[in-house]
């Protein structure tokens, strides 16, 4: 028996009252046998979709025809999202994806034959709490083993999204997976390709947003997953690198991205930190001593990356930040920095983007050598950075004294010239701040303009527009 919450017993008794059947199933029962918190309670019953909208809305509860042609339909009671479903069987993917052919069922036994995880096929029976599991799913997740229900070529032919989902359950919870469903895997991935790109892109992102990352995509390489999905992240492996480097791109990327992980990083950082050095294979090359060098693969790299998130349906704002970040993560400081230096540093990243931008360096310097960085790694910019912030000095043209309309008021003529000397005053700020104040910024641009603006000086009396 499992522990029911009061609010599945109460809705339980709507089916009760009517004669019907319900019971809790999916994830919900997984977790709660895995001594996790139960979400999303979704839940199997005899009644068909007419007969449960028919109960619900007496009542008085709303009823949303979600998923009325496979027998499923959405109830809200008590505040709370209920997926109902009737026990049902499955046949005919010819998609690689959905059913052709669906019955229902008339037992919850039949209706769990159709599941894909021995861990997803257990049944709680509402409201007493007894466990119905026809195929021993207990065991596994006590066993911390991922199996398939019957035939795993069966399952993963049926529904090509299942392998995928099955190295994402194993990176989520640190499980293993069955060998004979494992090895189904690679003579499935036809039809793992049937599927559309924003269900396979959610299942990377919970492979992403997993403790250790490096479990799924190493389960993805072993099974031809990543060449399937990830092409540009598979040929990574056996890139040797240079210097203080112990791993190839594939293993230090990575560790990268566990890193990332362990640090609880932003979801952009994963995926920049599992993608900074893709350009590396590309851009591959040996120098006259026989070493390999990389030189611009954070470039090559950006754009790879770029193309594998367009590919995959991510919002322009995920796309953006990760190749900008992908793009600045070779920046190399040192001590001999001018504060200007660190003006354009921050101007160039975007005072946006620089905690996730450290983030990633400590990520990259981390899958190294697979060693924290010393404790003082990067602290000395982020020290004078911090500095120049707190001093709010001049970072962009609006930080500037003067605007547009001052250099129209004395004679500059809109257009892009007008744009050239509002940058070069910037510049010219950027190195001595002391510069930003009006009269000053008007006698650089009249000295700019020449003999033909003369007017633009201290000695001149700027009109307001």
Not at 41 to 69: C, N, Q, Y
Not at 403 to 421: C, F, N, T, Y
């Amino acid at each position: 028996m499992l522990f029911i919450p009061r609010i599945l017993k109460d809705i339980a008794l709507i089916f009760t009252a009517s004669g019907k059947q319900s019971f809790l199933v999916g994830g919900a029962v997984r977790d709660m046998l895995r001594g996790e918190q139960a979400h999303d309670f979704d839940l199997a019953t005899d009644a068909t979709p007419e007969e449960v909208s028919a109960m619900f809305r007496a009542k008085g509860r709303a009823i949303i025809p979600t998923g009325i042609k496979h027998g499923t339909v959405t109830a809200h009671f008590k505040g709370e999202a209920f997926e109902i479903t009737t026990f049902r069987t499955e046949a005919d993917y010819h998609d690689g994806r959905h059913p052709e052919k669906v019955a229902y069922a008339a037992t919850i036994e039949e209706d769990l034959s159709r599941r894909d995880f021995t861990m997803n096929a257990i049944a709680v029976e509402l409201p007493k709490g007894r466990v119905v599991d026809p195929f021993n799913g207990r065991v596994d997740i006590q066993n911390r083993i991922i199996r398939c229900v019957g035939s795993p070529l069966e399952r993963f032919g049926e529904d090509g999204l299942r392998s995928l989902r099955c190295v994402r359950f194993a990176s989520q919870f640190g499980f293993s997976v069955d060998k004979e469903t494992l090895a189904a895997i690679p003579r499935t991935l036809s039809i793992t390709a049937k599927v559309a790109a924003e269900r396979k892109r959610d299942e990377l992102d919970k492979i992403a947003g997993s403790e250790k990352p490096s479990t799924g995509f190493l389960l993805m390489e072993q099974t031809g997953l990543l060449h399937e999905l990830l092409p540009e992240l598979a040929v990574c492996r056996n890139v040797e690198q240079k210097g203080g480097h112990r791993f190839d791109v594939l293993d230090h990327s990575l560790l990268a991205c566990d890193f990332a992980a362990k640090k609880g990083s932003p979801h952009e950082v994963r995926l920049a930190a599992l993608f900074h050095d893709i350009g590396k294979p590309v851009v591959c090359a040996m120098n006259e001593f026989g070493v390999r060098t990389f030189y611009r693969h954070e470039r090559e790299g950006a754009a790879l990356a770029k193309n594998i998130l367009s590919r995959f349906r991510y919002s322009k704002s995920v796309i953006d930040a990760v190749v900008h970040l992908i793009e600045e993560h070779m920046f190399q400081y040192g001590e001999d920095w001018s504060d200007a230096a660190v003006r354009r540093f921050i101007i160039r990243v975007g005072e946006a983007h620089l905690t996730n931008l450290y983030m990633l360096r400590h990520a990259d310097a981390f899958a190294t050598a697979g060693e924290p960085p010393r404790p003082d790694f990067l602290i000395p910019l982020m020290d004078r950075v911090d500095r120049v912030l707190k001093e709010k000095e001049a970072l962009s043209l609006k930080d500037l004294a003067i605007s547009g309309k001052d250099l129209i008021a004395l004679g500059v003529k809109p257009g892009p010239r007008l744009g050239v000397i509002l940058n070069e005053l910037l510049e010219a700020v950027l190195d001595d701040p002391e510069l930003n104040a009006k009269e000053k910024l008007l006698e650089i641009a009249g000295k700019m303009e020449g003999g033909a603006q003369r007017s633009l000086t201290p000695s001149a009396s700027p009109q307001k527009m």
